[in-house]
């Protein structure tokens, strides 16, 4: 049976797409990536992206494969296995494993198949878990290897952890705080951060290229020289003679 090419018209590469990364995430093209030790596993070459529901659905990881014993090519990794570090531009797989990128099959551009994805997805689910899916089905992609909230709500995450490091250096002493342990309760206010969802790319108007054309007109002036001849004829009138 001849191999399908799968979702050729609904995953693109990003640069290709005619979208963006929107305004308020980072775009991750041209970062590091790292597994969980701070080892170098390349660079990201591109985002492959959902057009139709605005998502991220694989990083197109161009793998530094000699250092570790393995062969340099490219591979896919879905998008909700990677977290980011946006203060230093880097992506981190922190559960990737070596064996893992050993099995990963080579991407090639426009050459994405429903055995590729199968296989890829197979390649990060349990023993354990259940595999019976469609491929062809957009529920494969509600798998949580897929699911983009993961990578880009990492970073809200930090964002969280470094306001409560602000806070516990603005915090007062211990001296203070046995004092106020023994203090009644008192009436507070709670804030609760509310989240939605919002797509990670956008599509926006770009010009792809401007020709303009121009005519030149030029006048000049010529000057035509030329001969003029005359001839001259003699005519030799002739009289009837008579006999």
């Given amino acids: ?91 981190i797989l922190p559960t990737i494993t070596i064996e893992h990128l050993a099995n990963l099959p080579t991407y090639k551009k426009g050459k994405l198949t429903f055995d590729t994805e199968r296989k890829i997805r197979n390649i990060f689910t349990p023993l354990n878990a259940v595999r019976d899916y469609n491929i062809a089905d957009d529920t494969f992609y509600e798998h949580n290897d897929f699911n983009d909230r993961n990578f880009y709500g990492s970073r809200k995450k930090d964002f969280n952890k470094q306001q409560a490091r602000s806070r516990d250096d603005e915090a007062p002493s211990n001296e203070t705080k046995s004092k106020e342990v023994f203090a009644p309760f008192r009436e507070g206010v709670m804030e609760i951060t509310e989240q939605s969802e919002i797509p990670v790319i956008t599509k926006e108007a770009r010009v792809v290229e401007e020709v303009s054309v121009n005519k030149d007109v030029t006048e000049r002036d010529e000057k035509v020289k030329d001969s003029v001849r005359s001839t001259e004829v003699e005519v030799e009138h002739l009289h009837n003679k008579t006999n």
């Fill in 1 to 91: 049976m001849a191999t399908r090419n799968i979702r050729s018209s609904k995953l693109t590469e990003l640069g290709s797409s005619g979208y963006e990364i929107v305004a308020d995430e980072p775009d991750i093209r041209k970062w590091s990536l790292i597994n969980r030790d701070g080892k170098l596993l390349g660079t990201v070459d591109e985002l492959l992206v959902d057009k139709q529901l605005n998502k991220v659905r694989y990083i197109v990881l161009n793998l530094q494969g000699k250092p570790l014993n393995l062969l340099s090519r490219t591979v896919l990794i879905p998008i909700g296995i990677a977290r980011f570090d946006s203060m230093n531009d880097i992506v």
